[in-house]
Nanobody, 116 residues
Framework: QVQLVESGGGLVQAGGSLRLSCAAS????????MGWYRQAPGKQRELVAH???????NYADSVKGRFTITRDNAKNTVYLQMNSLKPEDTAIYYCNAYYNSQRDYWGQGTQVTVSS
């Protein structure tokens, strides 16, 4: 059974930092594109960042220069380092593992709240 378990969310003041972790099990982690998405109240889920099996990364314009996605294939874990957080970063953050349309998995989400 595939499981993606996020951790590291919480409440932080604007300008602060958080690091999210996503531990994967039940998949061949190294071959999947791993990503972080977020959904704020009343808004659609959006891509924050993803990292491919070849370590190519892609970021939403709104987080470029502030967030960094990394992966540790030995630990089956993907990370999202979030610096210079803003109130508009407040959302539920979801981990995603994508191999193909039939193998596209999501975590349960972790809340990030940034106070002004």
């Amino acid at each position: 059974q595939v499981q993606l378990v996020e951790s590291g969310g919480g409440l932080v003041q604007a300008g602060g930092s958080l690091r999210l972790s996503c531990a994967a099990s039940g998949i061949i982690f190294s071959i999947n594109r791993m990503g972080w998405y977020r959904q704020a109240p009343g808004k659609q889920r959006e891509l924050v960042a993803h990292i491919t099996s070849l370590l190519s990364t892609n970021y939403a314009d709104s987080v470029k220069g502030r967030f960094t996605i990394t992966r540790d294939n030995a630990k089956n874990t993907v990370y999202l380092q979030m610096n210079s957080l803003k109130p508009e970063d407040t959302a539920i953050y979801y981990c995603n593992a994508y191999y193909n349309s039939q193998r596209d998995y999501w975590g349960q989400g972790t809340q990030v709240t940034v106070s002004s």
